[in-house]
């Protein structure tokens, strides 16, 4: 509501007791172990039940809506896409401050709750099916891990996919293309299927520039009076909205960045602590495209989204940036490097662990611009009440 001050501990407080009699009720994982209700079920409400008992411990999946009710207005929580193996490895270590190796020590002053991404890219880049088991294997290697796992961009086919997976804790879907009317009737159908399991859905309104997976997108910001009844609408639990930026590398050529009054128009309009969702979010950061380009590659000149805006955004109501992009750049640039200074070498390997090390670093470094970083034990704690 216009005007109203935000009572954050309060929200809180109320927020978990919600989720967690809910989630007790419906346990939106059932197929995690069909076997167990007192195991597996609780376990992703209650870290200590899973320490506790003879089952090995495992990192927590939890639902986006749960992570924001943490975040709200205090930081913002990185949503990173992932495609492989090299990737997600890096990705648990950087957000648990493990730098060099899965055994380091976790650094709570670091470590941070996330959100792995999922494209339909990436689940047909391989098989969806890889992508699952090696987040699987992730909770086991990384038990102190908490975060969500988040389909981006959904069709509603493919958010129906997930929904029923069993698996995913949180999907997007994307019908920001549509008109008004069409988009909250589409999000409202995916909304009552999620919920019915628990699972938390973040919809669209308003276009990115650029490109959006297979869609081309002109500028179109969200309007705030729209985002307000489109909320009430379709009961969605977050909101993406476009502010300014757009997806890739090539966003802003000259002077223009995210739109923070219109951010702030959007918090005043949607209901009390209602999260918001930043798209295209990287960087773009001209260290990495100088490496690049310095190793062989042809970027033209760029820049994206200042890191020190994600605070001032997180301070607004945006409780998920996503990030993608940046770790493409740095992905490239390890390899370009790897394979110049070592022109004789043609084991993946090398550049694989060099890549691994350099992405956890970079995630540590984006969680700390986020300011999610250090903030997994407050999570966990409040996770336990
Ligand atoms: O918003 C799009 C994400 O960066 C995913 O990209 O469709 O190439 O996997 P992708
Ligand atoms: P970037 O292209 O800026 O990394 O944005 C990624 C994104 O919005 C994924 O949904
Ligand atoms: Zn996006």
Redesign the pocket.
């Known amino acids: 509501m216009a005007g109203e001050s935000h009572d954050i501990q309060g929200y809180i407080a109320a927020h978990f007791c919600r989720i967690s009699s809910f989630v007790i009720r419906i346990s939106p994982f059932p197929s995690l172990d069909p076997g167990s209700l007192a195991g597996p079920r609780i376990k992703y409400l209650d870290f200590d039940v899973s320490y506790g008992s003879n089952e090995k411990a495992k990192g927590m999946i939890v639902t986006t809506k749960q992570l924001f009710a943490h975040a709200y207005s205090r930081y913002a929580v990185g949503a990173y896409?992932i495609?492989n193996l090299e990737q997600t490895v890096g990705l648990f270590r950087g957000n648990l401050g493990k730098s060099d190796s899965n055994s380091d020590a976790t650094k709570p002053a670091v470590s941070a709750p996330f959100i792995i991404q999922i494209?339909?890219?990436?689940r047909s880049y391989s098989d969806k099916r890889f992508l699952e088991a090696m987040i699987r294997a992730a909770e086991d290697v990384f038990p102190e891990s908490i975060f969500a796992v988040h389909l981006?961009?959904g069709t509603e086919d493919v958010c129906y996919d997930c929904i029923g997976s069993g698996f995913y804790s949180s999907v997007m879907i994307d019908a920001s293309h549509e008109k008004f009317e069409k988009n909250v009737e589409i999000t409202k159908r995916v909304v009552d299927r999620a919920h019915d399991k628990g699972i938390s859905v973040e919809a669209e309104l308003g276009q990115l520039g650029g490109v959006?997976?297979d869609i081309m997108g002109s500028e179109c910001l969200t309007e705030p009076d729209q985002a307000a009844e489109f909320v009430a609408k379709t009961g969605c639990d977050s909101l993406a909205v476009a502010i300014g930026t757009s997806?890739g590398a090539y966003k802003f050529s000259g002077g223009q960045g995210l739109r923070m009054d219109r951010i702030a128009e959007i918090q005043k309009i949607l209901p009390k602590c209602f999260p918001m969702v930043m798209?295209g979010s990287s960087s773009v950061p001209k260290e990495w495209v100088d490496r690049i380009n310095a190793a062989g590659g042809k970027m033209p000149a760029t820049s994206g989204v200042n890191e020190n805006q994600y605070l001032p955004a997180a301070q607004l109501g945006v409780c998920k940036v996503?990030i993608?992009?940046d770790g493409r750049l740095v992905w490239c640039a390890i390899h370009r490097e790897a394979f110049r200074d070592d022109p004789a070498n043609f084991d993946l390997r090398p550049p694989g662990k060099v890549f691994i090390k350099a992405y956890a670093d970079y995630i540590a470094h984006k969680n700390s611009k986020l300011g999610s970083g250090g903030q997994l034990e407050s999570l966990r704690a409040c996770l336990k009440k």
């Open positions: 896409n495609n494209s339909r890219g990436a981006d961009h959006e997976e997806h798209h996503n993608d992009t």
